[in-house]
């Protein structure tokens, strides 16, 4: 499959499991704009599968309906492979934070997270009760928690609650690898 055959079927994805909420839960649009923070013609044109929306777009959604994240990319198939930079990758607006989903249950959700050199990710505060877990598999990071500065590198390991204010910064000329897993609180 290609680059835009994976994308469009991604966008499906997401369109298809976030309708079937929305109806699982009787909501209309306009309920789920409400609770989501997404306006309502942004949520129909990503139900309808006609616009592939940024990181940013579906963080908001799950954190609005308290569903994972990766819940929004139900997989039917018993064994799941995911290769390093291959299937669904996820960036940010500036393209410097990249993701790729791993794992995904009920509660946990695992990726891996490139950061660009020189660069830094401020993502959107989590779920409230979410645990972060993050280990630099190659390069070097600092982690801002709460205001406080964490260097980590190769194989470090750092966990905290990501609904309170944090950040990546990946201060080198090489791209960081992170393993990053969630552990929802609901």
Not at 101 to 115: G, Q, T
Request: glycine share 6%.
């Amino acid at each position: 499959m290609d680059e835009i055959d994976e994308s469009k079927q991604m966008v499906l994805q997401i369109g298809g499991a976030l309708k079937k909420y929305r109806k699982e839960k009787n909501m209309s649009l306009d309920d789920l704009a409400e609770l989501t923070g997404v306006s309502k013609l942004t949520l129909g044109n990503i139900e309808r599968g006609e616009t592939n929306p940024t990181l940013a777009i579906i963080w908001k959604i799950s954190k609005g309906i308290s569903l994972p994240l990766l819940a929004l990319f139900k997989s039917e198939d018993p064994v799941s492979l995911y290769r390093a930079g291959e299937g669904l990758r996820f960036s940010n607006d500036q393209k410097n934070w990249i993701i790729e989903p791993v794992f995904k249950s009920n509660d946990i959700e695992m990726c891996r997270a490139y950061l660009q050199p020189n660069s830094s990710y401020h993502p959107e505060g989590h779920h409230v009760n979410t645990t972060e877990i993050a280990t630099v598999m190659t390069g070097s990071i600092e982690i801002q928690v709460n205001g406080e500065t964490y260097t980590l590198n190769q194989y470090d390991t750092i966990s905290f609650r990501a609904d309170c204010p944090h950040a990546y910064t990946n201060p080198t000329n090489s791209e960081t690898v992170l393993h990053i897993s969630l552990k929802y609180g609901f």
